[in-house]
């Protein structure tokens, strides 16, 4: 079965410090791949996207994340994070034979940033 | 602020009552999705629409239904609620880009079942 797994439920960070968040799918093809941000009381925000090309995607305030199709995962980093960043993230995966809009969504990892 | 509009943004009511929920997508996007986003379940896709018609289904109960208006906005009925349909409903909407969509969430209405 298809599905996203963020392996981090809650992690705390120290404001300043670097951050990697997991994500590992399972898929019979390589799907589109999402990152969202939702903080509290919000909605989803994308933070960036992997379509194809380049494994190094570029996102919003400060994101990136890579892919890499041997290990099936879609790790989002920060090098530097700030309080702001606080908020829960989510991994998404989509097929391609829906052109990305069916969205299978990982449990979530809830960020803390220590101060 | 993604463009998507969600009415209303919380709402009350009781047991076996129906509601609607609506949604404006983006101006310019022809596809509408709708979410559930529960404690139990997380994030689960309900439905799609696009430019009118019902392209992919997902975890929607049969109580639930929706519909895409000519003017492209959605409505999300949900009918003989349950106290488990307490829950965030996300509507979104989607751009073709490149090779794939990019889909925008609204902010979500709020429903609690008492």
């Known amino acids: 079965a298809q599905s996203v797994t963020q392996p981090d439920i809650h992690i705390t960070v120290s404001e300043g410090a670097s951050l990697e968040l997991r994500c590992n799918y399972s898929?019979?093809?390589?799907?589109?791949l999402f990152w969202y941000v939702q903080s509290p009381g919000q909605g989803l925000q994308l933070l960036l996207k992997y379509f194809s090309g380049d494994t190094l995607v570029q996102g919003i305030k400060g994101f990136e994340a890579e892919f890499k199709r041997s290990q099936s995962s879609f790790n989002l980093r920060k090098p530097s994070v700030h309080w702001s960043d606080a908020a829960e993230y989510f991994c998404a995966v989509a097929p391609r034979d829906n052109q990305g809009g069916k969205l299978i969504f990982g449990q979530g990892t809830e960020l803390s940033v220590k101060p | 602020d993604s463009g998507v509009t969600q009415t209303p943004k919380h709402l009350i009511t009781a047991t076996g009552q129906r509601v609607t929920l609506r949604c404006s997508p983006r101006?310019?996007?022809?596809?509408v999705y709708w979410y559930q986003q529960s404690l139990d379940q997380g994030l689960q896709f309900l439905i799609q629409?696009?430019?009118?018609?019902?392209?992919a289904k997902g975890n929607i109960l049969e109580r639930f239904s929706a519909q895409q208006f000519p003017d492209l906005h959605s409505e999300l009925n949900l009918s003989s609620l349950e106290l488990g349909d307490s829950a965030l409903y996300f509507c979104a909407s989607s751009v073709r880009d490149l090779s794939g969509n990019t889909i925008y969430f609204g902010e979500g209405s709020w429903l609690t079942v008492v």
């Open positions: 898929y019979g093809a390589t799907p589109y």
């Open positions: 629409y696009y430019n009118g018609e019902e392209r």
């Open positions: 101006s310019g996007d022809l596809s």
